[in-house]
């Protein structure tokens, strides 16, 4: 499986866009980029995935550069209940599809 | 359409006890994941099932922990003779399909069943 590279955290000032990069080097051509977060010691939540193109939706943009080997997470206008822990995962069917879960990105939006 | 439940959310037992963690997926989802996460640490991919079927269980402990997905009913996950390191939050998240039968969207998780050992 692909590893992820993430800081282990972040600041972001409230209404402020957030960026959250994320490394994945090895990543394969059949390897989805998911992005998922968790907020206290709530359950993950659902973020966004993409496999090549960028995305967007109501919660996030997600830009995958040209290579692959890289993304980031976009946070349009970030909000104090966006504090959380950020995870990068890169899941394929050679492992099941499980998602493997790094240490993430603790994002911090101060107000 | 309710989302993945589990039950109960917390749970305190005494060491050698017995704990049983239950998970109902989301209506339609045949396909759970169960996770753990230590105090203060990440998630841990524990066991993955199909109904009736144990699809992965490469990060299950190999003695004392067991899940099954039944026909019917919910994914339990149980915990014999339970240590104090077994004290954790322990997530369970469904899906309608797996991967590798071309579903590449999101899993669903529960809020999660805390586990405290006396």
């Known amino acids: 499986d692909a590893k992820t590279t993430q800081p282990t955290s972040m600041d972001c000032a409230e209404g402020r866009a957030a960026n959250l990069p994320c490394n994945h080097s090895?990543?394969?051509?059949?390897?989805?980029v998911y992005w998922y977060r968790q907020i206290h010691s709530q359950g993950p939540q659902y973020i966004i995935h993409g496999l090549k193109n960028n995305e967007t939706n109501e919660m996030a943009s997600l830009i995958i550069t040209e290579d692959r080997k890289s993304s980031t997470l976009i946070l349009p206008h970030a909000t104090l209940r966006d504090t959380a822990v950020y995870y990068c995962?890169?899941?394929?069917?050679?492992?099941?599809?499980?998602?493997?879960f790094g240490q993430g990105t603790t994002l911090q939006v101060k107000p | 359409n309710a989302g993945v439940m589990q039950n109960p959310r917390h749970l305190v037992r005494r060491r050698g006890q017995e704990a049983r963690l239950r998970c109902s997926p989301m209506k339609g989802h045949s396909h759970v994941y169960w996770y753990r996460q230590l105090p203060e640490e990440g998630l841990k991919f524990m066991v993955y099932l199909q109904k009736e079927n144990i699809i992965d269980e490469s990060g299950m402990p190999k003695e004392r922990f067991s899940a099954e997905f039944p026909k019917e009913g919910p994914s339990i996950l149980r915990i014999q003779q339970v240590v104090r390191g077994d004290s954790a939050a322990y997530f369970c998240?469904?899906?309608?399909?797996?991967?590798?039968?071309?579903?590449?969207?999101?899993?669903?998780f529960g809020e999660g069943s805390r586990l405290t050992v006396l």
């Open positions: 998240a469904s899906s309608p399909m797996g991967l590798a039968g071309g579903y590449t969207g999101e899993l669903f």
């Open positions: 090895t990543i394969s051509g059949n390897e989805y």
């Open positions: 995962i890169v899941r394929s069917s050679g492992n099941t599809g499980k998602l493997i």
